[in-house]
């Protein structure tokens, strides 16, 4: 399954980031800046990358107007 925000590579090898998806395609901004639909058979979820690229908030942020 893909969900926005997934590190994916394409059959030849070329790193993008899932924009959207639908029920057979994910939009996905290569990393040549190119955008495009890609049938999500062509796409594999690259785990690791996937997860070192994630957005972590500290708990113990504090938000300047609280």
Do not use: A, N
């Amino acid at each position: 399954m893909f969900h926005i925000g997934d590190c994916v590579v394409y059959t030849d090898g070329t790193r993008g980031v899932v924009l959207e998806v639908t029920d057979d395609r994910c939009h996905v901004l290569w990393e040549d800046y190119f955008v495009s639909w890609e049938k999500k058979e062509l796409l594999t979820v690259d785990e690791e990358l996937t997860k070192k690229q994630t957005i972590r908030v500290s708990s113990h942020v504090s938000h300047p107007l609280s």
